[in-house]
């Protein structure tokens, strides 16, 4: 479900933002909701990238402290047994 929310511009940028959105083909909320899906895609992007580089830095640090315990608190052998939400 689409929120409606407001902005203030000053004159000078929102010429400029309706500007760029009629020559995008898009009208000025378009174009704005846009430009912020974006932004947030890409930050997200960004943390995600982020994120799997510092696992493939500390994988083999993780790995010798904690081991490969999967899901702790289950008997070492598990190797017959399925997790309870496992489809």
């Known amino acids: 479900m689409a929120k409606q ?3 203030r511009l000053d004159d000078e940028i929102r010429a400029a933002a309706e500007e760029r959105a009629k020559r995008r083909g898009l009208s000025l909320q378009g174009y ?3 430009l912020i899906e ?3 895609n890409e930050s997200r ?3 995600m990238a982020g994120a799997q580089a510092f696992l493939g830095s500390y994988a083999s640090a993780f790995e010798e402290e904690l081991g490969e315990d999967r899901y702790p ?7 017959c047994q399925t997790p309870r939400n496992a489809a």
């Open 32 to 34: 704005l909701a846009d």
């Open 45 to 47: 992007a960004a943390f």
């Open 38 to 40: 974006q932004d947030v």
């Open 73 to 79: 608190g289950l008997p070492a052998d598990t190797s």
């Open 5 to 7: 929310t407001n902005i």
